[in-house]
C-alpha cells in the first residue's frame, strides 16, 4: 500500500504549482488585458482580475 502523508503532499504540491501559475502567468495576463480597455477607475474587469 502506498504511503498516505506522500499522497498528501503530492496534491498539496500540485495546489501549490497550479496557485502559483495562476499567481505569476494567468493573473497579470488577465490584468493586462484589463488595462488595455481604458480608464481603470471604471473598469469592471480590471477589478474582477484584481
Known amino acids: 500500500m502506498s504511503d498516505p502523508i506522500a499522497k ?3 496534491k498539496l504540491q500540485d495546489e501549490i504549482d497550479q496557485l502559483d ?5 494567468d493573473l497579470p495576463k488577465e490584468i493586462a488585458i484589463a488595462r ?4 481603470l477607475s ?5 477589478k474582477y482580475a484584481k
Do not use: R, S
Not at 488595455?36 to 480608464?39: P, Y
Open 8 to 10: 498528501i503532499k503530492k
Open 21 to 25: 501559475h495562476e499567481l505569476n502567468v
Open 36 to 39: 488595455a480597455h481604458g480608464d
Open 42 to 46: 471604471e473598469n469592471a474587469e480590471y
